[in-house]
Each structure stands twice: as structure tokens, then as C-alpha cells.
């Protein structure tokens, strides 16, 4: 099992460019999560699908912000014309979500940085 | 919202010895507590998870604890070893499944 695959791992764009972060969630999980982490905030919910439909994206920024997850092998989140405060370590997780399990597994993120 | 707080932030116990790492919450409603460990440039790696019937577990080294009346939750890891230099997080979920975390402790393990 090879876990959680984020890519890339590292991505520089420049202010006002799109970024796609890309996430393959352990195979037979239903559940896809993604989290931010900074220096400043520390770990910040984003959103989460289950079963690819979207089921709660309240850390998710209103503006320039979406997430998919159009098949069960893998979720997209992208940012439209990124912003130096979007720097971040984007982390994935998966989870069975089923029978009492909350466990989630994370990949090792995506770094972005915004010049 | 559930907040969360993590004590210490830093902490450097030498080798051999015992280290402590405590979270509280504040939801009652909270269901399921986990301790993630975050080695320099890597992910989260989850060490354990306990739901809110367990009041204690214990495996490899590792101990956790939950006290549901003081909404406090610990993680002690016995005999450290240099491999264990890290930063540790705890995260809780009630049953929406968001995971709400501590600010994180930077565990430093002298020879």
C-alpha cells in the first residue's frame, strides 16, 4: 500500500497565477480530507468528501478556493489567482470513515510558495 | 467551536528519560483523540487514536490518557530515544470528522 500520494511536492507560482494540488487517497478509503498548515495558524481543516461528494468545505476560503474529487482515486484542490498569504504545506488525508473509524492517514502535503 | 490547546510547546528531555505532552478541548461532545508526529519536511504520521470509551492505551513505548472529566488528553512516551526528536500533535473530532489540532509540541531528545 503505497499511502497517501500528494503532487507535487513543492510548487512556486507567481501572485495572481492558478495552482492545482493533486491527491491519491489510499485505495478503499471513502473519505478525502484536506488541511493547510502554517507557521502562523498552525494545522487548519479545509474540506472533506465522502464517497466523492462534498460534505463539509467550512475551512474552506470563499473566494478563489474549490476542491473536487471526481473519481475515488484522487481529489484536486485549486487555488485561482494565488496570493504570498496562500504559502502553505497543503496535507491530504484518507479515511475508511466506517464502522466507528475516524482514523486519518496523511500524505507528506505539497509545499506552495507564492512569490 | 471545539478549541484546542497544547502544552509544552517546547520540550527537551534527555535519552532514556520520559516525556509528557498534554492537550484539553473544550467540546464534551468530542468523540475521537488522536497524536500525530511530524519528523523535519515530512506529513503527519499517526501514532494513536482513542475514542471517547477509552480512557487509556498503551502501545510501544507510547501511552495515552484521556481524563473526559478535565477534557484532557496526554501522550507520555517512555525510555526516549533520539528517534523520537519530532513535533507531536494531538487532534480531536467530534462526529463531523474534522479534525481540530493543538498548536503542536517540538520534542528534542538529548544524548
Known amino acids: 500500500n503505497a499511502g497517501v500520494i500528494q503532487t507535487p511536492r513543492h510548487k512556486v507560482t507567481g501572485k495572481g497565477q492558478e495552482a492545482t494540488l493533486w491527491c491519491e487517497p489510499i485505495?478503499?478509503?471513502?473519505?478525502v480530507f484536506w488541511y493547510r498548515q502554517t507557521i502562523v495558524q498552525g494545522l487548519e481543516f479545509l474540506t472533506y468528501?465522502?464517497?466523492?461528494?462534498?460534505?463539509?468545505d467550512s475551512g474552506m476560503p470563499k473566494e478563489r478556493f474549490s476542491a473536487q474529487m471526481p473519481n475515488q482515486s484522487h481529489s484536486t484542490l485549486k487555488i485561482q489567482s494565488t496570493q504570498p498569504q496562500d504559502s502553505a504545506v497543503y496535507l491530504c488525508?484518507?479515511?475508511?470513515?466506517?464502522?466507528?473509524?475516524?482514523?486519518?492517514?496523511f500524505g507528506p502535503g505539497t509545499r506552495l510558495t507564492v512569490l | 467551536g471545539e478549541q484546542v490547546e497544547q502544552r509544552p510547546p517546547h520540550l527537551s528531555v534527555r535519552e532514556g528519560d520520559s516525556a509528557i505532552i498534554i492537550c484539553t478541548y473544550t467540546d464534551s461532545a468530542t468523540a475521537y483523540f488522536s497524536w500525530y508526529k511530524q519528523e523535519a519536511g515530512a506529513g503527519l504520521q499517526l501514532l494513536m487514536s482513542v475514542l471517547s470509551n477509552v480512557d487509556r492505551k498503551e502501545e510501544q513505548g507510547l501511552t495515552v490518557l484521556l481524563n473526559k472529566k478535565d477534557k484532557r488528553l496526554s501522550l507520555n512516551l517512555t525510555a526516549a530515544h533520539p528517534g523520537d526528536s519530532a513535533v507531536y500533535f494531538c487532534a480531536v473530532s467530534s462526529s463531523n470528522y474534522q479534525l481540530i489540532w493543538g498548536s503542536g509540541t517540538k520534542l528534542i531528545i538529548k544524548p
Open positions: 468528501f465522502r464517497n466523492q461528494a462534498p460534505i463539509d
Open positions: 485505495s478503499g478509503h471513502s473519505a
Open positions: 488525508a484518507s479515511s475508511l470513515v466506517r464502522g466507528g473509524s475516524y482514523e486519518q492517514y
